[in-house]
C-alpha cells in the first residue's frame, strides 16, 4: 500500500532506486526536474545581481546632468557597489560554512530589496553612494551561496551545465537593465525621476527571491559531511527531490572541519585559491569596466547619438553577442571542460581587446567596433565570465567551499571596482584604444593564474578538492593490515 501510495504521488518505490550515500548519491543522480528547480532558485539572485550592478550603467549618464558629478566621483557612482561587494562575499561565504548555508540563504536577498528600494529616494550624492554600498554586501553576498549550493546540489557529469545555467541568468538582467531603461525614456519621463525608477526596481526581483530561497533545503552535502546529520539530510533530499534521489541514512564518513587558518595555510587550497582569485580579479577588472562603462565608450565612439540610441545599441550588444555566449557556454562547458573553456575565453578576449585598440581609427568607426565589440562580449560569457564563477564552486573542500568561493568572488569584485573607478580616467587620459589595450593585458594575466588550477570536468566534487583522499588512505591502510 505504501507502494501504491508513493506511485501516485510520482514517487518511485524506495527498492526502484540504489540506496547509496548522499554524497554518491548526488554525484551519480540523473538530471532531473528537482535539478531545474534548485537552478531557478539560485538563479533569479543572479538576475536580480546583474540587474542592480549594470543599470547603474545608464543611471549614470543621468544623474551626472542631475548632479553635474566629476569624472571621479562619476567612477564611485558606479564601483561603489562592487567595492562592498568584497565584504559580502567574503563575510557571507565564511558564515556559510561555519553556520550553514541554508542559514544566510535569503538573507543577502532582503538586503538587496531595501538598498535597492532606498536607492530610489536617495536625497542627495551621499546617500546614493551609502545604499549602494548596502547593496554590493548584499550582492556580494549571494555570490558563494547560490553558486556553492547548486554546485553541492549538481552531479559529476552536468555540474558545469547546471551552475552555468544560474550564472547565465546573469544574462537576462544585463539585457533586462537597458530595455527597462529604453521603456522609461522612450515614454519620456524627467530624468531626474527616471533614474531613480531604473534603480528601484531592482527590488521587485529581489523579493520574488526571498520566498524562493526560503524552501530550498540545507544542502545536503554540507549537512550529512561537515554537520554529521546524514540522516536528516538524507530525508530532506528525498523530499525535495520527490523521490528521484533516495541515499542512504547512514552516517557518512565527516570530513575535518578546516578553520579559517588552516585553509589559509594548506598549499594545494592556497594555490587553487590563487587560481580562482586572480583569474577573477583581471576578469572582472576589463568586464565590469567595459559593461558598466558601456553607454560612455559608445558615447566616444557616436558623440552625436542621443541617450536613447545609445541604450539601444547596448542592448543589441548584450542581446546578439553576450546572450548567445552564455547559452554556448553552459550548453558545452562540461563537454570543452572548465579550465580549457576558460583559457580559450581569455585569449579571445584578449585578440578583439588588441585589435580594438591597435587597429587604426576602429574607435572612431561605429560597425566596425560594435563588431569587434560584440566579439570580446560573445568570447567573455563564453569563457571566463561563466567559468571564474563555475570553478571557485568546485575545487574547495565542502567545510571551506563558500569560504573559498567567497574569497575569490570578493576580490574580483575589487577588480570591477577598480576596473569601473579607473576605465573613465584611463579613457580620458589614454583614449578608448588605450583602455581597451589595458583590458587585452588583463586577459593575458588571467591565462597565467587559470594555469595553476586543475580541470574539475567530469570529477566528483570530493575527488577535485581531495577531501576523501584521508579515507583512502585509512581504508588502505586498514585493507593492509587485516
Same mark, same amino acid.
Given at each position: 500500500?505504501?507502494?501504491? *501510495?508513493?506511485?501516485?504521488?510520482?514517487?518511485?518505490?524506495?527498492?526502484?532506486v540504489?540506496?547509496?550515500?548522499?554524497?554518491?548519491?548526488?554525484?551519480?543522480?540523473?538530471?532531473?526536474?528537482?535539478?531545474?528547480?534548485?537552478?531557478?532558485?539560485?538563479?533569479?539572485?543572479?538576475?536580480? =545581481?546583474?540587474? =542592480?550592478?549594470?543599470?547603474?550603467?545608464?543611471?549614470?549618464?543621468?544623474?551626472?546632468? #542631475?548632479?553635474?558629478?566629476?569624472?571621479?566621483?562619476?567612477?564611485?557612482?558606479?564601483?561603489?557597489?562592487?567595492?562592498? %561587494?568584497?565584504?559580502?562575499?567574503?563575510?557571507?561565504?565564511?558564515?556559510?560554512?561555519?553556520?550553514?548555508?541554508?542559514?544566510?540563504?535569503?538573507?543577502?536577498?532582503?538586503v538587496?530589496?531595501?538598498?535597492?528600494?532606498?536607492?530610489?529616494?536617495?536625497?542627495?550624492?551621499?546617500?546614493?553612494?551609502?545604499?549602494?554600498?548596502?547593496?554590493?554586501?548584499?550582492?556580494?553576498?549571494?555570490?558563494?551561496?547560490?553558486?556553492?549550493?547548486?554546485?553541492?546540489?549538481?552531479?559529476?557529469?552536468n555540474?558545469?551545465?547546471?551552475?552555468?545555467?544560474?550564472?547565465?541568468?546573469?544574462?537576462l538582467?544585463?539585457?533586462?537593465?537597458?530595455?527597462?531603461?529604453?521603456?522609461?525614456?522612450a515614454?519620456?519621463?524627467?530624468?531626474?525621476?527616471?533614474?531613480?525608477?531604473?534603480?528601484?526596481?531592482?527590488?521587485?526581483?529581489?523579493?520574488?527571491?526571498?520566498?524562493?530561497?526560503?524552501?530550498?533545503?540545507?544542502?545536503?552535502?554540507y549537512?550529512?559531511?561537515?554537520?554529521?546529520r546524514?540522516?536528516?539530510?538524507?530525508?530532506?533530499l528525498?523530499?525535495?527531490?520527490?523521490?528521484?534521489?533516495?541515499?542512504?541514512?547512514?552516517?557518512?564518513?565527516? #570530513?575535518?572541519?578546516?578553520?579559517?587558518?588552516?585553509?589559509?595555510?594548506?598549499?594545494?587550497?592556497?594555490?587553487?585559491?590563487?587560481?580562482?582569485?586572480?583569474?577573477?580579479?583581471?576578469?572582472?577588472?576589463?568586464?565590469?569596466?567595459?559593461?558598466?562603462s558601456?553607454?560612455?565608450?559608445?558615447?566616444?565612439?557616436?558623440?552625436q547619438?542621443?541617450?536613447?540610441?545609445?541604450?539601444?545599441?547596448?542592448?543589441?550588444?548584450?542581446?546578439?553577442?553576450?546572450?548567445?555566449?552564455?547559452?554556448?557556454?553552459?550548453?558545452?562547458? =562540461? %563537454?570543452?571542460?572548465?579550465?580549457?573553456?576558460?583559457?580559450?575565453?581569455?585569449?579571445?578576449?584578449?585578440?578583439?581587446?588588441?585589435?580594438?585598440?591597435?587597429?587604426?581609427?576602429?574607435?572612431?568607426?561605429?560597425?566596425?567596433?560594435?563588431?569587434?565589440?560584440?566579439?570580446?562580449?560573445?568570447?567573455?560569457?563564453?569563457?571566463?565570465?561563466?567559468?571564474t564563477?563555475?570553478?571557485?564552486?568546485?575545487?574547495?573542500?565542502?567545510?571551506?567551499?563558500?569560504?573559498?568561493h567567497?574569497?575569490?568572488?570578493?576580490?574580483?569584485?575589487?577588480?570591477?571596482?577598480?576596473?569601473?573607478?579607473?576605465?573613465?580616467?584611463?579613457?580620458?587620459?589614454?583614449? *578608448?584604444?588605450?583602455?581597451?589595450?589595458?583590458?587585452?593585458?588583463?586577459?593575458?594575466?588571467?591565462?597565467?593564474?587559470?594555469? *595553476?588550477?586543475?580541470?574539475p570536468?567530469?570529477?566528483?566534487?570530493?575527488?577535485?578538492?581531495? #577531501?576523501?583522499?584521508?579515507?583512502?588512505?585509512?581504508?588502505? *591502510?586498514?585493507?593492509?593490515?587485516?
Amino acid at each position: 500500500m505504501a507502494t501504491a *501510495l508513493q506511485d501516485r504521488q510520482g514517487m518511485p518505490p524506495p527498492s526502484a532506486v540504489p540506496v547509496q550515500s548522499v554524497t554518491d548519491s548526488l554525484n551519480e543522480a540523473p538530471l532531473s526536474r528537482f535539478h531545474m528547480r534548485a537552478v531557478f532558485t539560485a538563479g533569479m539572485g543572479f538576475f536580480t =545581481d546583474a540587474y =542592480d550592478l549594470f543599470i547603474i550603467g545608464v543611471a549614470m549618464t543621468l544623474i551626472r546632468e #542631475e548632479w553635474h558629478t566629476t569624472p571621479l566621483l562619476l567612477g564611485l557612482i558606479g564601483s561603489t557597489a562592487l567595492l562592498a %561587494a568584497f565584504l559580502g562575499a567574503t563575510v557571507f561565504g565564511r558564515i556559510a560554512d561555519v553556520f550553514g548555508r541554508k542559514k544566510i540563504y535569503g538573507l543577502e536577498a532582503t538586503v538587496m530589496a531595501i538598498a535597492a528600494l532606498a536607492t530610489a529616494f536617495s536625497p542627495n550624492l551621499i546617500w546614493l553612494l551609502v545604499w549602494r554600498f548596502i547593496l554590493g554586501v548584499g550582492i556580494g553576498g549571494d555570490y558563494p551561496v547560490s553558486a556553492v549550493l547548486m554546485s553541492e546540489y549538481s552531479n559529476r557529469a552536468n555540474r558545469g551545465r547546471l551552475v552555468g545555467m544560474v550564472f547565465s541568468m546573469q544574462a537576462l538582467g544585463l539585457i533586462a537593465g537597458p530595455l527597462v531603461a529604453l521603456i522609461i525614456l522612450a515614454l519620456g519621463v524627467p530624468h531626474d525621476l527616471a533614474w531613480r525608477i531604473m534603480l528601484g526596481l531592482g527590488a521587485l526581483p529581489a523579493l520574488g527571491v526571498i520566498y524562493l530561497r526560503r524552501t530550498l533545503p540545507e544542502s545536503p552535502r554540507y549537512a550529512a559531511r561537515v554537520q554529521g546529520r546524514a540522516a536528516a539530510a538524507a530525508a530532506s533530499l528525498r523530499r525535495y527531490t520527490r523521490g528521484v534521489v533516495a541515499a542512504s541514512d547512514a552516517v557518512e564518513e565527516p #570530513e575535518r572541519r578546516l578553520t579559517l587558518r588552516q585553509f589559509l595555510t594548506t598549499p594545494r587550497y592556497v594555490r587553487m585559491l590563487l587560481g580562482t582569485a586572480g583569474a577573477w580579479f583581471v576578469f572582472d577588472y576589463a568586464f565590469y569596466g567595459n559593461t558598466i562603462s558601456t553607454p560612455l565608450i559608445l558615447k566616444a565612439v557616436a558623440p552625436q547619438a542621443s541617450l536613447i540610441a545609445d541604450t539601444a545599441i547596448a542592448l543589441l550588444i548584450f542581446t546578439v553577442a553576450a546572450l548567445p555566449g552564455y547559452i554556448t557556454a553552459f550548453m558545452s562547458v =562540461d %563537454a570543452i571542460g572548465h579550465r580549457k573553456l576558460q583559457v580559450a575565453g581569455f585569449l579571445a578576449m584578449a585578440v578583439a581587446f588588441l585589435l580594438i585598440g591597435g587597429l587604426p581609427n576602429v574607435t572612431h568607426m561605429l560597425v566596425p567596433f560594435l563588431a569587434l565589440y560584440g566579439l570580446s562580449y560573445f568570447f567573455t560569457e563564453f569563457g571566463p565570465n561563466t567559468t571564474t564563477f563555475l570553478m571557485a564552486s568546485e575545487l574547495f573542500p565542502v567545510s571551506a567551499r563558500t569560504t573559498g568561493h567567497g574569497l575569490s568572488a570578493g576580490m574580483a569584485k575589487v577588480g570591477a571596482f577598480v576596473g569601473v573607478l579607473t576605465f573613465p580616467l584611463i579613457q580620458a587620459t589614454a583614449g *578608448l584604444a588605450g583602455a581597451m589595450l589595458v583590458a587585452a593585458a588583463a586577459a593575458i594575466i588571467g591565462v597565467l593564474f587559470t594555469s *595553476l588550477l586543475p580541470e574539475p570536468s567530469g570529477r566528483s566534487l570530493e575527488e577535485i578538492s581531495g #577531501e576523501d583522499e584521508p579515507v583512502k588512505v585509512a581504508r588502505k *591502510l586498514a585493507g593492509a593490515t587485516a
